[in-house]
């Protein structure tokens, strides 16, 4: 209800991907359907989509309807199917697929008796036995035959005699196969004062057995995740399960190594990165209770852990925990209501809140835990910040890196220490440019321009993924004078190991990070100093704990801050906070180079001294002023479609018959108007802003609107 999704959505959603059965369907013409192709002249005029449509299902006898949306496009597949089918052109049969994910079986070899009942056992036999009878699990046949060095022919013939069994057993796919799941030497580690209060306010809550929530606010380095494994631990030696939250993929075998040393093979893993037999695995363990802890991304808030006592939402204040297709629910704000269900104590963690969280912290709502200094009383990395446009009078062009950037690097790779490098863009150039006529290659499905891959020689698309060639004229004029424009992590790498020959640089992101094992081999390689300098996007601006890393540098905060999004300003410095506190996490003191054409702006201001409260008590005043979260409940209606005038008709349509169903006026509707992304995936975007400060009345609005 609250989301505004279907029902079917939310149970795919809540359900492992594999084993939601889908329906498939199949379209046979009708006599009816068969008159109107007979009818239509296509001498005269263009066959429209919906006779194509009815064409390829007549010339198949029956179609698939996936079929057709490989000849349409998907979206206009499901339009077309649905017009067809109210015109009786069309019958539509459906049945279940079955689940493609299943149980991963394998033969295995057991004793039934290690006594000879006809001849006596041969050598190679009496391997076999003797191997059967040491170990106390029945034995992989595969691993049979390699272990006593025996053909295949040595087992059947065992086995015919009856002192063996062969049969097939189900075996778990485990991800996490490769940690070690012993706790290690000092794991019991003594707390400091400030971990021990908020371990200790958390666990008299977990005692009451009711629901309880918490805002962990504790400075990058503070100890927030020792305090994590203590209360999930707590909670499991009362008999309860637990469950921790992170907002990145890429941060989930971390801290599922430091759970595993925790609690050993009771922890299960689910994300999207698994394969979805190792998911299904991961689920039924967690179901059946053999695993008690889980950790996960997103979607894990709804893995189905019986009785749970404990959740952490890890860097709650992140953008990733909000799931962008429907339904549209926020990871953060589906927990806090699972734990309120189960009675169970929930800890938002983070060194820089939401406005949302920290504002309900200040009312009362949650209880608030403050941890303001670092682990040994380790100092906060100095920042600096470099005013662009400075650099750019005095070289009299722009540059990508600042002389005083670049002198840091150098001097941090002398001393032995290392680096990290951030640019919240990935590609090499941002877009191409003709320098005779200004064509930019754009995306033909989204409304956005191509990002040039130099290691790729291809112009991609971000969001559809659209490749094309790097064109070596203009594909308008002809002209030779193609210019590529704005730097990405790509570029910024090339360009630092042009400058630095000598220094071993590495780049971390989406396109380094794509086959399974590289994001966790960089990290490691990084972590044992093979890497001296690690280019990357906002991968490597959280959780990260390298203690050699002294110096931070950030290309460039400007495009964030220039996003047309009242979080823009929050979304910086939180970026800006949690980049600045990977630096002087060691014994060594850290340092952050902060490169801007805005250094005025607020956000950098206060990110620089990292002074959260500050940034605060300026945010939340604008909020107010502008009626924002938290103040008013602001809810997006975005409405897509092939066509853009039947987006923008429906648009308006919508907002009109909002506006109508509000008698009590409590809403503020805005627009329709195109989204920031006017065009995506082929599809026209056009959005409605409602804002209010009363949501059951937008509830009853929105009904009647799509009644």
Not at 621 to 645: E, G, K, Q, T, W
Not at 675 to 696: C, M, W
Request: one cysteine or more; charged letters at 25%; hydrophobic letters at 35%.
């Amino acid at each position: 209800d609250y989301y505004y999704a279907a029902w079917g959505e939310v149970i795919k959603s809540s359900l492992p991907a594999g084993i939601n059965a889908e329906a498939e369907m199949t379209l046979t013409i009708t006599e009816a359907g068969r008159g109107a192709l007979g009818a239509f002249d296509t001498t005269k005029r263009k066959p429209t989509t919906k006779i194509e449509a009815l064409a390829l299902i007549a010339e198949s006898g029956s179609l698939g309807g996936a079929d057709l949306a490989r000849h349409l496009s998907k979206s206009r597949a499901g339009a077309v199917i649905r017009e067809l089918e109210k015109a009786g052109h069309i019958t539509i049969t459906r049945r279940l697929q079955a689940a493609t994910a299943k149980p991963k079986m394998q033969q295995a070899v057991r004793l039934i008796s290690a006594e000879s009942t006809g001849k006596p056992l041969t050598e190679p036999q009496r391997r076999v036995i003797d191997l059967l009878s040491e170990s106390a699990e029945p034995i992989a046949y595969a691993r049979l035959t390699e272990m006593a060095g025996v053909s295949i022919s040595v087992i059947r013939t065992l086995e015919k005699r009856g002192n063996l069994e062969v049969y097939a057993r189900e075996v778990r796919r485990d991800p996490l196969a490769h940690l070690d799941a012993t706790r290690p030497v000092g794991d019991d580690l003594k707390l400091t004062e400030k971990q021990q209060e908020a371990l200790d306010s958390i666990v008299e809550k977990l005692d009451e057995g009711q629901y309880a929530g918490f805002l962990l606010h504790g400075v990058t380095g503070s100890g927030k995740t020792e305090v994590y494994m203590r209360a999930m631990r707590a909670a499991v030696e009362k008999g309860r399960t637990a469950l921790m939250l992170v907002p990145e993929i890429s941060l989930t075998p971390m801290f599922a190594k430091r759970l595993r040393e925790h609690f050993g093979e009771a922890v299960a893993i689910l994300h999207s990165s698994l394969s979805e037999g190792e998911r299904l695995d991961e689920w039924n363990r967690l179901r059946s209770g053999e695993a008690r802890v889980c950790i996960g991304a997103r979607s894990a808030v709804f893995a189905p852990l019986p009785d749970i006592g404990m959740i952490v939402v890890d860097e709650e204040h992140e953008a990733s925990y909000k799931q962008e297709e429907s339904p549209r629910y926020h990871g953060r704000d589906t927990a806090i209501m699972r734990a309120s269900r189960a009675g169970a104590v929930v800890i938002l963690g983070s060194a820089t809140p939401s406005m949302e969280s920290f504002n309900n912290a200040q009312t009362g709502k949650y209880h608030y835990i403050r941890m303001a200094e670092r682990i040994g009383s380790r100092p906060l990395a100095d920042v600096e910040i470099v005013n662009m446009r400075e650099v750019f009078n005095r070289h009299g062009k722009q540059q990508v890196f600042s002389d005083e950037m670049l002198a840091a690097i150098r001097e941090n790779h002398a001393r032995g220490e290392q680096t990290l490098v951030l640019l919240n863009r990935r590609g090499y150039s941002s877009f191409t440019l003709c320098r005779s006529c200004g064509h930019t290659s754009r995306c033909p499905n989204c409304d956005v321009s191509l990002t040039f891959h130099r290691n790729e020689a291809r112009l991609i698309c971000h969001y559809c993924n659209h490749v094309e060639r790097v064109p070596r004229t203009c594909p308008d004029c002809d002209g030779p004078y193609i210019n590529y424009v704005g730097e990405g992590t790509e570029q910024i790498e090339a360009l630092l190991k042009q400058i630095n020959p000598g220094m071993r640089i590495a780049r971390l992101d989406r396109d380094t990070t794509r086959r399974r094992g590289a994001f966790e081999k960089l990290l490691n390689e990084f972590a044992g100093g093979d890497i001296d300098l690690l280019v990357g996007t906002q991968m490597i601006a959280k959780g990260h704990d390298f203690h050699n890393v002294t110096l931070v540098c950030v290309i460039s905060v400007d495009a964030g801050l220039s996003m047309p999004d009242f979080r823009s300003a929050e979304r910086t410095f939180q970026l800006l906070t949690q980049v600045s506190g990977r630096a002087g996490r060691g014994d060594k003191p850290g340092r952050v180079i902060i490169q801007s054409y805005h250094t005025e702006h607020y956000a950098l201001s206060f990110a620089s001294r990292q002074d959260y409260e500050k940034f605060y008590e300026h945010e939340i005043n604008f909020r107010r002023a502008m009626h924002y979260p938290p103040f008013v409940a602001l809810i997006n209606l975005l409405v897509r479609h092939s066509d853009y005038s039947k987006a923008a008709s429906v648009a308006a349509e919508t907002a009109r018959l909002i506006r109508e169903a509000d008698s009590e006026k409590v809403l503020r509707v805005l627009g329709p108007a195109p989204a920031p992304l006017a065009r995506l995936k082929g599809e026209y975007r056009q959005q409605v802003l409602i804002k209010t400060r009363y949501r059951r009345q937008a509830r009853e609005a929105l009904d009647a609107a799509m009644e």
